[in-house]
């Protein structure tokens, strides 16, 4: 209104907060919603992609059913420590000739590390493991089983949830350090010094040097990657089963859930995914170097 009652002109509203205007703070006016998006930068899943990915999740489980399987053989009397040494060595070489064959071509400048340094880190790790195996051994014998067993389960529980699924190389220093720990409590309730050291070794190879591998041939060759994740499936279902039927059907059941039914699960829900973003979003600083020529 004028001084004699007349309407004024109308001001029009801006969204500034320099300038002193005759609206409510809170006011806002038609435009508002004109910069309203919904969904901005949201990712559509494919259901094979994700099941792809959680194929990692559930190889790490049959790892673990695995080393759990050898465990049982070895403190029944089934498998000699002799030829689990034997048998991880050949497989570790094996592994080892194919991480190497498929090693990209190095970058100007980077020098790779040799197979002569990864032959001493071998020789160094072996050695003292060799020589500690009667104390690893006498390690908890002042502990009751149960809690051995126990400790186990929590290790090898937090191996598996901070395990780096989504580039497991390396291993994540949390996830090793706790696959390593229930690896020791496990061992020391073997027989012999010489089990100990089997377990052990075999532990080195699943938790710390197969991650690499498996990585490996995820960049090099995903159709043989798939096939490596559901054949060691199969081998830790089978593995378990020659021991316990009940947890090799458990095991089933989680490798299911793991990589089909909670895929589909997150493929069917994201269609009622909803994010807005607007003018109400907090405001975010971008620096322009153009700005500051000094």
Known sequence: MGPDGVP????????????????????????????????????????????????VVG????????FLTLWLYMEQGLLSPELLLWSSLVVSLLGYGLYQAMRPQPETGYHPRTQLADLQSAAIFLSFTFG??????????????????????????????????????????????????ASVCLASRLPGALHTFAMLSCALMMFALWPCLLQRVR?????????????????????????????????????????LLCPLMLVRLQRHKDNIHGPWDEAEIHEDLGLYPY
Request: with cysteine; glycine share 10%; net charge neutral.
């Open 59 to 66: 190889q790490q489980l049959s790892c673990v059913a695995i």
């Open 132 to 181: 500690f195996s009667p104390i690893l051994k006498t390690l908890t014998e002042s502990v009751s089983t149960d809690t051995v067993y126990a400790m186990s389960a929590m290790m090898l529980l937090a191996h598996l949830v901070s395990f780096p699924y989504s580039q497991p190389t390396p291993p994540g220093s949390l996830s090793l350090n706790a696959a390593l720990f």
């Open 8 to 55: 004024g002109p109308a001001i029009p509203w801006r969204k500034v907060l320099w300038e002193r205007q005759p609206f409510p703070d809170n006011y806002v006016d038609q435009r508002f919603l004109e910069e309203l998006r919904r969904n901005e930068g949201v990712r559509q899943y494919c259901y094979w992609a994700v099941v792809k990915e959680a194929g």
């Open 219 to 259: 960049e090099n060759a995903p159709g043989q990657f798939i096939g490596l994740c559901v054949g060691i499936c199969f081998c830790g279902v089978g593995g378990l089963g020659s021991q316990w039927l009940g947890g090799a059907v458990l095991l089933a059941l989680a490798l299911g859930s793991v990589t």
